[in-house]
C-alpha cells in the first residue's frame, strides 16, 4: 500500500512556475514508477508525464514537453513535476500516481497505475 500526497498547487500567472511534490507518505516510492496525471473541468484526465524508478527514464505529452520536469528524489520518497511558462490551458487538478512495471518506454496509460494521491488545483489566470 502507498499513500501518496501532492502539494504546490495553487494560482499562477500565465509565463510563471509552479512545482508540484509527490510525497509517499507509506510504501517505498523507489520500488515505483511514478506519473503525473491533470483534469480540466469538463474535460477527461490526460497524462501529462512518468518517471521510471530505474534509469529515472522521463516521458512527456506533447502539450507540456519542453516546459515541464519530471524528476524524482528517493531520499526524500518524493517525486516532483516542474512546471515553466505556464499557459492558461493548464490550469487542471493535477494527480500523482504510482505503478510497478518492469521497464518503461512512453507514457504509461492512467488505468495501469495502482495508488493516487487526492490532487493539487492549479489555476493559471491574469
Known amino acids: 500500500q502507498v499513500q501518496l500526497v501532492e502539494s504546490g498547487g495553487g494560482l499562477v500567472q500565465p509565463g510563471g512556475s509552479l512545482t508540484l511534490s509527490c510525497t509517499a507518505s507509506?510504501?517505498?516510492?523507489?520500488?515505483?514508477?511514478v506519473g503525473w496525471f491533470r483534469q480540466a473541468p469538463g474535460k477527461e484526465r490526460e497524462g501529462v508525464s512518468c518517471?521510471?524508478?530505474?534509469?529515472?527514464?522521463?516521458y512527456y505529452a506533447d502539450s507540456v514537453k519542453g516546459r515541464f520536469t519530471i524528476s524524482r528524489d528517493n531520499a526524500k520518497n518524493t517525486a516532483y513535476l516542474q512546471m515553466n511558462s505556464l499557459k492558461p490551458e493548464d490550469t487542471a487538478v493535477y494527480y500523482c500516481?504510482?505503478?510497478?512495471?518492469?521497464?518503461?518506454?512512453?507514457?504509461?496509460?492512467?488505468?495501469?497505475?495502482?495508488?493516487w494521491g487526492q490532487g493539487t488545483h492549479v489555476t493559471v489566470s491574469s
Open positions: 500516481a504510482v505503478v510497478r512495471v518492469p521497464s518503461v518506454g512512453s507514457l504509461i496509460p492512467s488505468d495501469w497505475y495502482n495508488f
Open positions: 507509506t510504501g517505498t516510492l523507489e520500488l515505483y514508477t
Open positions: 518517471i521510471s524508478n530505474s534509469l529515472g527514464s522521463a
